[in-house]
């Protein structure tokens, strides 16, 4: 079967150490998890902001004017204005170069000191946007605000794929997708009340993002660090009684704790760095994930539309109130749907919600190419204002189409590439996966207003291709890797139909199997 699709049961797929959920990794898994509240509080917040009038109005004053002449400009090219949008891209490039510094520093401080470094920087940030009184804070605090992202992205999802059991791995990584989520549905809906507030509503919005950012600073001085990330660092007793906290005092931690250091002496016997490693024969496969996955993901479009789902209910005729309040239900229907996939992602396996959560998005980005096209029309001005009914289909189907995200791409972006990397190149893939869909979000986000005045509704055709093309990507290429240990996870690429030919490479012959 194309795309390797067998069995991944404990007994096919690796060794079931046993163990079960105990509180101690619950508590663990939910603190680290806790840092997707402020890469999510921030998608949803900027949006919100860069639709606010009294935002517009003190520091884009041109562009208040468009929004407000209706008359004169196209619907879809009201806010196409690059500085504007540089205000939200801006947080990306920095994130995407912390990531990268933070996939190296995390081999030598661990994984717990990276994500209260970006907790630190996420809380300054927030307090300069807050008092910001010209462009240049605002665009200086963002990109404190991405130090902070970068380095939370990078070690957060690692660490949950490293602390939890190998049965419920993936509901617990998902724990970073619904935070992450849990953050967008609170800034939308700090967004709908202060922009009620005339003049200094965005700097209530903005300044608040202190307060996930506190939340992931008090997590990590709480939590402790990986067992394998010990290891790593040449803490082995410090390692074991971490394992054995989190499995439990009566589970017998020995297999999994011997198969950790194997992995981690392995890795160091190979003198190569992970990097050059990832450029070899053998590692072929994860060299293409870490590159496909990301731009897969941002390819959906579902960044830009999350991040300007306000500023695009207002171009199909929303007022500012009802714009954020449709973004407050996307949200809402984007924290159910993340939810329920922690919830049948470890029996459904990934396969399965990628191919079905791509059919759906599908789907829903034609009918929303078909409204706009029809009801709008290619060169509508904003006087063709959209009839109500379909303007609420638009924001029926954007539910729909957040639905299947939030039950496919939405979560496995995090777990998939925290779980199938060997630990000898785990930060650098992880580093470079989130290195290139920050890149990609950078880049779209600069541009997506402005693809938006040009394309129109065409906008949504572009994503529906893109969603195909990876579709049939993970149909072909992607294994199944639900239940899977992470030591003995090489056992599911050689059995795949394309990649075991590279994982035969002799590099790869000495990497530790559990089977």
């Known amino acids: 079967m194309a795309g390797g699709g067998f069995a991944t049961a404990a007994a096919e797929?690796?060794?079931?150490?046993?163990?079960?959920?105990?509180?101690?990794?619950?508590?663990?898994?939910?603190?680290?998890?806790?840092?997707?509240?402020?890469?999510g509080y921030d998608i949803g917040v900027s949006g919100g902001v860069t639709q606010m009038e009294s935002f517009l109005t003190k520091f884009f004053p041109e562009v208040s004017r468009r929004a407000k002449d209706n008359a004169k400009h196209d619907a879809y090219c009201k806010y196409d204005d690059q500085l504007l949008t540089a205000f939200t891209s801006s947080l990306y490039i920095a994130a995407m170069l912390s990531s990268l510094v933070a996939g190296r520093v995390t081999r030598t401080v661990g994984r717990q000191a990276v994500m209260l470094t970006g907790g630190v920087l996420f809380l300054v940030g927030s307090a300069i946007n807050a008092g910001a009184v010209n462009i240049a804070m605002l665009i200086i605090g963002r990109m404190l605000l991405g130090l902070g992202v970068g380095f939370t992205t990078q070690a957060a999802p690692l660490y949950l794929a490293e602390t939890s059991p190998a049965r419920w791995r993936g509901a617990f990584t998902t724990a970073y997708n619904i935070f992450l989520v849990l953050g967008s549905l609170a800034a939308t809906v700090t967004n709908y009340f202060t922009n009620r507030i005339p003049g200094w509503g965005w700097r209530v919005s903005l300044g608040l993002a202190a307060v996930p950012a506190a939340i992931v600073v008090l997590g990590a001085l709480l939590v402790p660090d990986t067992p394998s990330s010990l290891v790593m660092r040449g803490e082995a007793d410090s390692a074991r009684a971490s394992l054995q906290r989190l499995r439990g005092p009566g589970a017998d931690t020995e297999a999994e704790f011997k198969d950790i250091v194997r992995a981690v002496e392995e890795a160091r016997r190979n003198d190569e760095g992970a990097y050059a490693r990832l450029r070899g024969r053998g590692y072929r496969h994860y060299l293409v994930m870490v590159v496909a996955i990301p731009s897969f993901f941002d390819l959906t479009g579902v960044i830009v539309m999350a991040v300007f789902s306000p500023v695009l209910f207002r171009t199909v005729g929303f007022s500012s109130q009802k714009a954020v309040l449709g973004s407050v239900i996307v949200s809402i229907v984007n924290l159910a749907s993340a939810s329920l996939n922690s919830v049948v992602i470890d029996r459904a396996g990934r396969r399965f919600l990628f191919l079905t959560g791509g059919a759906a998005?599908?789907?829903?980005?034609?009918?929303?190419?078909?409204i706009l096209a029809d009801h709008l029309g290619k060169n509508a001005g904003a006087e063709a204002a959209m009839p109500r009914g379909y303007a609420l289909a638009v924001l029926v189907l954007m539910c729909l189409y957040t639905f299947s995200f939030g039950m496919s791409w939405g979560p496995l972006k995090w777990v998939v590439p925290s779980e199938i990397y060997p630990v000898d190149i785990r930060s650098a893939g992880q580093a470079l996966t989130v290195s290139i869909a920050l890149a990609l979000s950078f880049a779209q986000t600069q541009v997506f207003v402005t693809l938006l005045c040009?394309?129109?509704?065409?906008?949504?055709?572009?994503?529906?291709?893109?969603?195909?093309?990876m579709t049939a990507f993970v149909a072909a290429f992607l294994p199944e890797t639900k239940g899977v240990p992470l030591e003995a996870m090489r056992s599911v690429w050689a059995r795949h139909w394309y990649w075991r030919r590279f994982v035969g490479d002799a590099k790869q012959e000495a990497q530790v199997n559990c089977l």
């Open 13 to 39: 797929g690796g060794r079931d150490y046993g163990g079960g959920v105990t509180v101690p990794v619950v508590v663990t898994c939910l603190m680290a998890a806790s840092c997707g509240l402020i890469f």
């Open 361 to 370: 998005m599908i789907v829903c980005q034609l009918a929303m190419t078909w």
């Open 454 to 469: 040009a394309m129109k509704y065409g906008i949504f055709l572009f994503y529906a291709g893109w969603v195909l093309v």
